[in-house]
């Protein structure tokens, strides 16, 4: 049974180390979040799943990490200086602010109910402006990307000459961006500091329409292929009045947050509006040529763009569960095993130094290839429970009787069973098990 209420994930993640509130002995800082021990492993494990079917599984898309640092003439072209803003109105009596696209009723405050007391709206530009260098003028400004797009973009010149790919193909970026949202919310959904996956995809302009459908039919799958039930997920086109202004047609995966269903991917069909902006910007060519038919043209972009920390918190609440073992109430999340922080747990039955040496020695083995986590702190029912509620999929323990017979137990996160496995097999049996 995925969480139902947020609170469920938000409790479990800072008593188990995933997510921690920013600067919290300072009494915290609104919308930013640290990743603890077990936070960084998943959400780097999130990005290489990405990458593994973006990049590493294909052979038309290349990565790049671009600088986050930019300068204004980057936004200028992109039209984030003019375009990338939120209507803002203030509350006159209880001085609360809002994003008036967001309220369910224009005219009521929902923090203290009075009608009529908003003020204008007014717009704001949601991006981080900063000074590059020791002098604070106008020639020294730069901004904090708020997306990863344009830094693929102002390099496409740059990868078409060194990778000497052609259309179609596509250049996967992931990191940081940065928004100064006015209404952060739900934990990690909506934050100021936050991670994005994308991928711009060129093709022929002719050629759009139809990577438009595949890229929006392989995106909704890459969630369900990692462990999201389907009835979670869903594409929901933009109406007309939600495109963006760079957009021809975008459809969200969407998935069922306990607050109703919200956007985890947005796939944009861009056309050519980024690369002859810059061009004309720069005044540098953006386009292809192609030598078989003698055609030049600049081509369409299909962009999915997700963000992985969201990501992350969804994987989490649609892997949360309940259940009962030999009596006793446990809490599991059922992670996909390339998800999980650690998928492999290394559990000695005692301290005792009889075991020890053995435990380790198979730990530092499985290390070679996996992530592992080493445990010998309490009982080893109470290990176990402890692996299950962080979503370790396999449990290997040692136990006296493995001294003698050179054999250890697996055990099942989801379905509890051991499995006694010589320790020469050890690690054919946990890749068979996992699935890599």
Known sequence: MPATDLDQIVNLCKRRGFVYPSAEIYGGFRSAYDYGPLGALMLRNVKNAWIRAMVQARDDVVLIDAAILG?????????????????????????????????????TCPSCGKHGTFTEARQFNLMFKTQAGPVEDAGAVAYLRPETAQGMFVNFANVLQTTRKKPPFGIAQVGKSFRNEITPQNWIFRTREFEQMELQFFVPPADSGRWYEYWCNERLDWYMRHGIPAEMLRLRPHGPGELSHYSAGTSDVEFRFPWGFDELEGIAQRTDFDLKAHSEHSGERLDYFDQTTGERYVPYVIEPAAGATRTMAAFLLSAYDEDEVNGEARTVLRLHPRLAPYPVAVLPLSRKDTLTPLAHEIRTMLSERYLVDYDETQAIGRRYRRQDEVGTPLCVTVDFDSLDDKAVTIRDRDTTEQQRVPVDDLLAAINDKLGF
């Open 71 to 107: 300068p204004p003439q980057i936004w200028e072209a992109s039209g984030h200086l003019a375009n990338f803003t939120d209507p803002l109105v203030d509350c006159t009596n209880c001085k609360n602010r809002f994003r008036l696209d967001k309220l369910d009723d224009a005219d």
